[in-house]
């Protein structure tokens, strides 16, 4: 329209139109093509805007929101590629798919920097929308997963308040080496817990965590957290001590 007055512009017209909704750039890195197809159609209808070559990863101006990761190896191996993506592409979710988890790989793998772990075998709706939680800054594990883990969790802390446990002179001497505060922290690392979670939990800084995560590790023994977890679970005593320490 062009009588004076009546004038509507580009911009107004675009204030009036229904917003476009964000595409999320998905970079699919799954090696098993079935896997792969099938990822691609279930995300085809979405907003989730799916590269079909992973090789697009050796290009500089590729800035994904969302990687996707088939962790077909080792737990190892999954971790080490998680951690490898996180250095990459910093700012990106990172969902990890694979038949099976074991706790101690799932919870490293959550240190290196995976946002969401998921099941070969999850509904296709159910995946979308914990595609989408991720996407909102939410930590995402399939419900069978984190019903067996919190059964574990259950068993476990119901055997040591039932069975009075007995530890080992050496157990017992890492155990009393750990401060009332470091002993909660390594609870925390059984539980899978990142440094900023524990760090809002006894509300303290994240730094502060992980100089008692560098006490724990040195005083165990332990070349990394997961070690320092599974070890935790055969030898910490469950019930808390009284601190006063920060």
């Known amino acids: 329209m062009s009588e004076a007055g009546n004038t509507v512009t580009a911009k107004q017209v675009g204030a009036i139109s229904p917003v476009a909704r964000r ?34 990863l050796s290009q500089t101006d590729i800035q994904p929101d969302l990687l996707i ?17 996180k250095l990459q592409f910093p700012e990106a979710r990172i969902a990890v798919l694979a038949d099976s988890f074991d706790l101690a790989g799932l919870a490293a793998a959550r240190d290196a920097g995976a946002d969401g772990f998921y099941l070969t075998a999850s509904n296709p709706q159910v995946l979308i929308k914990s595609l989408e939680m991720v996407m909102l800054g939410e930590f995402v594990l399939p419900p069978a997963l984190a019903l ?10 119901t055997s040591l308040t039932t069975q009075a446990p007995k530890l080992n002179p050496a157990a017992a001497a890492r155990v009393d080496r750990l401060s009332p505060r470091e002993s909660d922290v390594l609870r925390c690392l059984m539980n899978g817990a990142p440094n900023k979670v524990i760090a809002r939990q006894f509300d303290v800084a994240e730094a502060t965590v992980k100089v008692h995560v560098k006490a724990i590790l040195r005083k165990l023994g332990a070349a990394n957290r997961t070690q320092a977890a ?10 808390p001590r009284a601190y006063a320490d920060a």
Do not use: C, K
């Open 69 to 85: 990761l088939e962790a077909a190896g080792s737990s190892a191996e999954m971790v080490e590629a998680v951690g490898v993506l």
């Open 148 to 157: 067996d883990l919190l059964a574990r969790n259950t068993h476990h802390e």
């Open 230 to 239: 599974l070890w935790a679970t055969d030898h910490l005593p469950a019930a």
């Open 23 to 56: 595409q999320t750039v998905t970079l699919l890195l799954a090696n098993t093509y079935l896997l792969r197809a099938g990822l691609e159609r279930i995300l085809a209808d979405t907003d989730f805007d799916v590269s079909r070559d992973a090789a697009t």
